[in-house]
């Protein structure tokens, strides 16, 4: 992985490795949505996928999670305008946008604690599915 790729090369010149190391891990792309039967609106929740580590906000079955969890999405180049739903502070959508990773990404800091530290993280905001009865009592709106 070339140090700084992601100043200097765009998504698509990205070699496989350097594509999956943008993801900072927050979590927020496993949280469960829904849409409105009314306006076909997609909406958030704050219930964490039945795999989600709600600690350290990383996939606990990650080898495994398309047979486990098939709704779970594999997010790639090719398809990113699909993730429109992606929260604005999504490496993949912020380079995606013309934008930078912000100071708190683990790629910047060398870990992820900076990104806890920010709140950028769903750690302690989230309830697992097992806990979380009526999801429609769980909406929420990402602030970033
Ligand atoms: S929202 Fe984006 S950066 Fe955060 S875990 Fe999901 S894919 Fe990775
Ligand atoms: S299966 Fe893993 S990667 Fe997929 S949504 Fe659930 S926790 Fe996230």
Redesign the pocket.
Do not use: H
């Given at each position: 992985m070339q140090a700084d790729f992601w100043y200097t090369k765009s998504l698509e010149q990205m070699s496989d490795q350097e594509w999956e190391a943008l993801?900072?891990?927050?979590?927020?792309?496993c949280l469960n949505k829904l849409i409105d039967e009314d306006t076909d609106e997609l909406v958030h929740t704050n219930v964490a996928c039945e795999l989600l580590n709600t600690h350290s906000c990383a996939c606990s079955n990650y080898e495994n999670r398309f047979s486990i969890v098939p709704d779970c999405l594999k997010?790639t180049r090719d398809k990113l305008d699909d993730y429109f739903w992606?929260?604005s502070s999504?490496?993949?959508r912020l380079l995606a946008e013309g934008q930078s990773l912000p100071s708190w990404h683990p790629l910047r800091t060398g870990s992820k604690s900076a990104m806890h530290k920010a709140g950028q993280s769903v750690r302690g905001k989230v309830v697992p599915e097992s806990k979380a009865g009526a999801w429609e009592d769980h909406i929420i709106t990402w602030a970033s």
């Open positions: 993801c900072d891990g927050c979590g927020k792309c997010i992606l929260p999504c490496a993949y």
